[in-house]
C-alpha cells in the first residue's frame, strides 16, 4: 500500500510538474474539478445529466486548457522538450487525447444517422437522442480509462495501471486542493505558476 500511494503522488507531481504551469489551465482545471465533482453526484439520481455534465463542461473545460493555454516549448522549469513529455506521459498525452475526443465528437453523429447506432439500440428503443447520446458518452468515458488502465498494464506494469486509474478518479478533489487559488492569481495578472520554477531552484 505504502508504494502504490508512493506512485500515486510521484505520477500527480509529474501531471503537475509537466502540464500545468499556466495559471489559465489551471483554472480551467478548477472548473473541470467543480463539473466532475458535481457529474460524481448526478451519476446516483441522473445518469443523462452526469454524461452531458461530465463530457461538456469537465472534459471540454479541462482540455482547452491542456490544448490552448499550457506552453508548449521547451520548459526550462524541467529541462524537458514537450515531445519528451509527451512520450513519457503515462495517461492520455494530446496525440490520445485526440483520438478519444474524436470519438466522443463523431458518437452523436453516428446515433444521427443511424438512430440504432449500427443495432446497440434496439429499433422500438423510445429514449430520446439527448438520452442516447449520454449513454454512449458514459461507455466512451468508461471504455477511455478501462482501455488505459489495461493498456498501461502491458506497457508498464499491473501497479502503474491501478495507479493511474486512481490518480484519475481522484483528481477532481485533488484539483480543487491545488488550483483554487488559481482564478485570484490570474486576477493579479499572473498567467504563469512561479511556484514551479521555485520548486526546482
Do not use: C
Request: proline letters at 3%.
Amino acid at each position: 500500500m505504502k508504494n502504490f500511494l508512493q506512485a500515486l503522488k510521484t505520477q500527480r507531481w509529474d501531471d503537475h510538474r509537466y502540464y500545468h504551469h499556466s495559471r489559465i489551465n489551471q483554472a480551467l482545471h478548477l472548473l473541470s474539478a467543480l463539473s466532475f465533482l458535481s457529474a460524481y453526484v448526478l451519476i446516483f439520481t441522473d445518469p443523462v445529466a452526469a454524461a452531458l455534465t461530465g463530457w461538456l463542461a469537465a472534459m471540454v473545460s479541462r482540455q482547452l486548457g491542456h490544448f490552448f493555454f499550457e506552453p508548449k516549448g521547451y520548459d526550462e522549469v524541467n529541462q524537458a522538450t514537450h515531445e519528451y513529455k509527451e512520450s513519457i506521459k503515462v495517461g492520455y498525452n494530446l496525440k490520445r487525447k485526440i483520438v478519444l475526443l474524436t470519438i466522443w465528437a463523431l458518437a452523436p453523429v453516428a446515433l444521427y444517422v443511424d438512430p440504432t447506432l449500427f443495432g446497440f439500440f434496439a429499433a422500438d428503443d423510445r429514449s430520446s437522442f439527448l438520452d442516447k447520446t449520454a449513454q454512449m458518452w458514459l461507455i466512451i468515458g468508461v471504455g477511455g480509462l478501462l482501455f488505459r488502465t489495461v493498456h498501461l498494464f502491458f506497457l508498464k506494469d499491473v501497479q502503474t495501471g491501478l495507479v493511474w486509474l486512481t490518480k484519475i478518479l481522484t483528481d477532481p478533489f485533488h484539483d480543487v486542493k491545488l488550483y483554487h487559488k488559481a482564478p485570484l492569481y490570474l486576477l493579479r495578472g499572473e498567467l504563469i505558476d512561479p511556484a514551479l520554477r521555485n520548486q526546482h531552484a
